[in-house]
Structure formats: C-alpha cells, structure tokens
C-alpha cells in the first residue's frame, strides 16, 4: 500500500493540479494507494505523524516542495523505519535536484511504483537551546537544557540566508512569482533588497575540529545537500550519505561585496572570495551575540542566539 501524501494548496495550487495526472497514471496501474490531502487544521507533519504511529513500515509517497518534505521528515515517528518517495511539486524544488532526480514526474512516479529501496539518505536536525517570539522585539520565549529539535532534509541555517526565508515568506509577491513559475526570483529580490541592512554580528561555532571565532559574520548554513534558495550551491561538495555537514560561513564580508560574490553562488564558485569559507564537521553548536533567524529546508522556525546542528544517527529510505 502506498500512501500518496499532498499538499492541495501547494505552489499556489499547482501542486493539487499536478497530483491529479499523476493519480491518473496511478490508477491505471492498479497499484494500491490511499491519498491523504493536507489541511489548516490537519497538515502534512501530522499525517505523517498518523501514518507511521498506525502502520508498520509504511510507503509514504510526498508529492510538494522542500517545505512539505521538511514537514514529512519532522512528523515521521521513526524514519529507519519507513520508506519514502517524493515527488518534486514546489517553487524551489533543491531537494530534488540535489538529488539528481529527472524532470519528467512520471519517470519518478513509476520509480517509486517499483517499491524498492534506491538509496538511503542522511536527514539533519536542529537543536534551539534558545527560542524567541517572532516579532521584531524579540522577548524571550524559550530557554532549556532540553531542546527543542527540527529535522532537515536539505539545510539549516542562522543570520542572513534565514532573514531572507523569512521575509519572502512574509511577501505579496511569493504568490505571483509561484502562479508564474519564477519563485525563486523572490529570494534574489529579497536578498538584494535587506544585504544592504543586515546586521552582521560575533558568531562562536564550535566543531568536530575546535572553535572558530567569527567577530563580524553574516551567516553559517549547514547543508546535507549542495544546494538551497532555489539553486545556490553554497556547499558544491556536499553529499548526504557521509554522516557529515558541509558547512558554508561568510565572515567580514562588506555589504557592497554581496552583489559581486552572490551571482557566483549559483555555480558554487563565490568559494574564491575572501570570508567566504567552507568545511565539513559531524556536527556543530553556534551561539550568536543577539537572536537571529533560523531556518530548516527554508521554513522559518524561530529566532535563537543558541543552537546545534548535527546529522541524525538514522537515514531515510528513498524510493527514487
């Protein structure tokens, strides 16, 4: 049995539309399945959560973006055991293509039809030992020697490339951009539009290696793919069955040097520029001199000044 899982609302309603030819494909090839649409009040994380407390082993299929992924892989009860296919159906889709998967869905749909276990994959996770209200006050809501945790697919990040999540999320334009198939542009707009009002602030990181002391940093991401944002390859090296983070920071970088170094991102080589540094570590714990953003797979999680990334101990078993 194969549990499709999707989000109707998806990509402006794109992603609705996209299921519907591919369950006319499923239909015809008498495979059996149940679909399970999520709601306001029911969503994906909590299908998830329902499927894998009531079957044994179950298939989830998640038809969606990053961000429906990012909601299955946190409400997997136990992700050793499940297995899982997904069908790129969002704006920004760098799960996807991190995963070298083709473009023709139905090529992955009949993959996932197969029912076999193609490769197993590394998930990350997020521990906020802070939590602060999202406003821009910032009063503290959270503090605790028990974290609270978030699982990832593709990448987490703190300072400059959550702030950018955080206000194309909040902006009218997402919208129009999605019915236009040009999402990801809002992150380049927003991007170009707050580089040049970022506060850039000290950044203690602590890794596997010892710890770095980043006295003006724009922002540390952790990535278990290489690339985030719609395409930037922050970390090209980046593979996601090592048990490892690729790490990317960018620290003493003036403002004006933004918009020469961040069109090189796209192909991985903005590495070439001073500040800009990559590495890889089992894991690291980053406190920051004032709250900042974070976010994982670029859904806005919360502002923090105190966090650990790390690789979970188990992988997820992919149908594709």
Request: aromatic fraction near 10%; include cysteine; proline fraction near 4%.
């Amino acid at each position: 049995m194969f549990h499709f899982i999707v989000n109707p609302a998806g990509a402006s309603g794109r992603t609705g539309r996209i299921f519907r030819k591919l369950e006319e494909e499923i239909r015809q090839t008498g495979k059996e399945y149940q679909v399970h649409y999520s709601s306001p009040v029911f969503g994906i994380e909590d299908i998830c959560r329902d499927l894998t407390g009531r079957y044994e082993n179950p298939d989830l299929v998640i038809v969606g973006g990053d961000g429906t992924m990012n909601e299955a892989v946190n409400g997997i009860r136990d992700i050793s055991q499940v297995r899982v296919g997904y069908i790129p159906a969002g704006s920004g889709n760098d799960l996807a293509r991190g995963l070298g998967l083709p473009a023709d869905r139905m090529e992955i749909l009949h993959a996932v039809l197969e029912g076999k276990v193609r490769r197993c994959m590394d998930v990350g996770q997020t521990e906020f030992f802070t939590v602060y209200d999202r406003n821009d006050r910032c009063p503290k809501a959270f503090e605790s020697d028990v974290p609270v945790i978030r699982r990832w697919n593709v990448s987490s990040g703190i300072g400059f490339d959550a702030h950018i999540c955080q206000k194309a999320e909040a902006s009218k334009a997402k919208k129009i951009l999605n019915r236009l198939y040009l999402g990801k542009l809002i992150y380049v707009g927003v991007a170009a539009n707050i580089v040049l009002t970022e506060k850039k602030v000290p950044f203690e990181i602590r890794t596997d290696a010892g710890t770095l002391h980043l006295n003006d940093c724009l922002f540390a991401v952790g990535m278990n793919q290489p690339y985030e944002g719609g395409g930037f390859r922050f970390c090209p090296s980046a593979e996601d069955n090592d048990g490892k983070l690729s790490v990317c920071t960018a620290d003493h970088v003036r403002q004006i040097d933004f918009f020469r170094i961040f069109p090189y991102a796209y192909s991985g080589n903005h590495l070439k520029f001073e500040g800009v540094e990559t590495f890889d570590t089992e894991s690291m714990e980053i406190r920051t001199a004032e709250p900042l953003w974070v976010h994982t797979d670029g859904e806005i999680a919360c502002m923090s000044d105190h966090v650990r990334m790390s690789i979970n101990e188990q992988q997820l078993q992919l149908l594709m």
